[in-house]
């Protein structure tokens, strides 16, 4: 056992997990990369280690500084953690449809939130250019840009693309993953194909994101509108996203993703959200068009704690027509307690 150095050093080195029945039904190996158990609970922990690095590298980011980020939650969550870690305040802006336990939580990590209403990137009022502008109107203060900024990119170039080489022994023919900011699925994708080019390297695109057009024909196009999952789906190529070598794209329905998010919970015990379950859909169905004896890698980005609100709420459930697809919970007959109470 060795010693991390704080928070920042707690960040990656996660495990990879074989996702038993998945793996059994397909024939194939399929892998899920553990970011939930980073220190603040997801993937985006990495990218908010690295922006925050690369700011005071540069100079930008001073001592008691202020960190400003447009998020929809776990890089607010990260960035929270890691200025506590250094003394920083950090002030989050967030689009008002976000789960409500994810205000709750970055204001009990001490950030400062600010909601504001959801309008299209287009709008100067968007989340992202809120922030933007909030930055610039405060001293020793820096916008983290976590869609442009490739620091992002780069900690998964640097970190979680290595780790997965290592992890499978170069074992791996497939990767899939979904985007938010595209800083995961294209700084892993460039670091595999760096080491093997044949590694096929997929995104999986949910309803109402104009990636999966993007990708299979170069336009961006929405496919479908709105979605139940939370952090992924653009409409627009990041310059995290940009020149992605990815090979193709799989659209994944909600109904899937909530199949998949279900199933991780009642076989595989893993509590996860919502975006590693169009994750497991995304490589289950990679898995299939390769065939048995393929080795397929993707991201399980948080846990599922965030979410008991909505994904993990039967009546939500039903008004979102996605009860079905989170199938039965395990029967059994209720004990009746007063045989086992002591009178
Ligand atoms: N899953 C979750 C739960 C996220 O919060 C995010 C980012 N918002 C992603 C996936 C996508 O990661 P990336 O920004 O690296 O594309």
Redesign the pocket.
Known sequence: MSVQNGFAGTVGHTPLIRLRTLSEETGCEILGKAEFMNPGG???DR?ARAIIDDAEKRGELKPGGIVVEG?????GIGLAHVCNARGYRCIIVMPDNQSPEKYQLLEMLGAEVYKVPTVPYSNPNQYQKVAQRLAASLRNAIWSN??DNTA?RRA?VETTGPEIWEQTGGKIDAFV???????????VSEYLKSQRRSVRCVLADPPGSSLYEFVRNGVLKATGSGSI????GIGRVTA??ANAPLDDAVHVEDGDTVHYVYRLLREEGLFL????GI?VAGAVRVARDLGPGHTVVT?L??GGAKYQSRLFNPAWLVQKGLAASAGEPRKSERIALENVLVA
């Open positions: 997801s993937v985006k990218a998020t929809a939650g776990n890089t976590q869609f992002n998964h993953t979904a985007a938010g900011t595209g800083g995961t699925i294209a700084g999952t939370e952090g992924i995290n996203f959200g919502s975006t590693s994750n991201v980005c948080d």
